[in-house]
Nanobody, 119 residues
Framework: QVQFVESGGGLVQPGGSLKLSCAAS????????MRWYRQAPGKERELVAI???????YYVDSVKGRFTISRDNAKNTVYLQMDNLQPEDTAVYFC?????????????WGQGTQVTVSL
């Protein structure tokens, strides 16, 4: 089964930065569109950023200009550089991928990594 392992979260003050990593296994990583999501307490999971296999990117409006998604196919890893973090960015961050045939995300989710932005 595909597996996603997120890391890099932590506590940061407003205006600070974090870089999240997500290592994927048991998939042909290079052909997958990779996605970052987040889920804040009491809210539904929200799509944050996408990077296709060809390098095209998409960001939700609330993070444009502050977050950058990237990938290293040799390491089967996708990253999320988060700059100028704000309290509203506080959430558990998850990654997933589009299944090549269906386009749906995988049912397996990792544990996520907690990001807390606070003074």
């Amino acid at each position: 089964q595909v597996q996603f392992v997120e890391s890099g979260g932590g506590l940061v003050q407003p205006g600070g930065s974090l870089k999240l990593s997500c290592a994927a296994s048991r998939i042909m990583f290079s052909i997958h569109t990779m996605r970052w999501y987040r889920q804040a307490p009491g809210k539904e999971r929200e799509l944050v950023a996408i990077m296709t296999s060809s390098g095209s990117t998409y960001y939700v409006d609330s993070v444009k200009g502050r977050f950058t998604i990237s990938r290293d196919n040799a390491k089967n890893t996708v990253y999320l550089q988060m700059d100028n973090l704000q309290p509203e960015d506080t959430a558990v961050y998850f990654c997933n991928a589009n299944q090549p045939r269906s386009g749906s995300t995988y049912n397996n989710w990792g544990q996520g990594t907690q990001v807390t932005v606070s003074l």
